[in-house]
């Protein structure tokens, strides 16, 4: 097993733990246990808990990037059924998880960010790349006709983003879809252009 590879299986394995139990919920040493390695393998790798979460963050990210781009890069179909495509995937993801995990970013964010201010800037670069990667597509669907153009881009692809992060924790709150079925029905009928007469 090669040293990349190992620190990415620790990362996959031991992140994964973290995002569906909370990060104050698991310690190094349940990282170890499902990782199957000794502590100081882990110590070869992180120097600490911190570093591995926030080296747990910018891979997740990376991924997160890697998934927004395979749905919103293509031209067809149309750029708002590409946002609709892409938030459904997440939806039923999470629905087939049993809507008690979420997304590891946003989970962090909530338990970490406002006591932490190094995991809080890792945080925020991450959220931006992917908001940045939707204002791209939402831009197509503006000029399109297709979103409303009362807001920049930039604005409402904040606020379709930062809107799932608040769905996906009233999921975990009532452990079931409806918020997130809400919100999606919502935030797509409100960014929608709306006709003039």
């Known amino acids: 097993m090669g040293y990349k590879y190992q620190k990415e299986d620790i990362i996959a394995l031991g992140s994964e733990l973290i995002r569906k139990n909370g990060y104050h919920n ?19 790798f ?10 747990s963050i910018e891979l997740y990210g990376s991924k ?12 067809e179909p149309s750029p708002t059924q590409r946002l ?8 039923n993801i999470n629905d087939q998880e049993g809507c008690n995990a979420g997304c590891l970013i946003n989970n962090l964010s909530i338990e970490l960010a406002g006591m932490n201010a190094p995991i809080a800037k890792i945080i925020d670069a991450q959220f931006q790349e992917m908001v940045v990667e939707i204002a791209r597509c939402v831009q197509e669907g503006q000029d399109l006709g297709e979103i409303t ?3 920049s881009a930039l604005y409402i692809a904040e606020y379709i983003h930062a809107g799932i992060g608040g769905a996906f924790s009233r999921m975990k709150a009532q452990n ?14 409100f960014i929608a252009a709306k006709a003039v007469v």
């Open 64 to 75: 997160n990037l890697d998934l927004i781009r395979s749905f919103l890069e293509a031209k």
């Open 46 to 55: 992180f120097s600490s808990k911190e570093d591995f979460i926030a080296q």
């Open 176 to 189: 079931n879809r409806t918020y997130l079925d809400k919100w999606f029905a919502m935030t797509f009928e």
């Open 84 to 91: 609709r495509n892409l938030y459904q995937y997440m939806l």
């Open 26 to 44: 698991v310690g190094i040493n349940e990282i170890l246990k499902i990782c199957a390695i000794p502590k100081g393998s882990f110590y070869n």
């Open 149 to 151: 153009q009362t807001f």
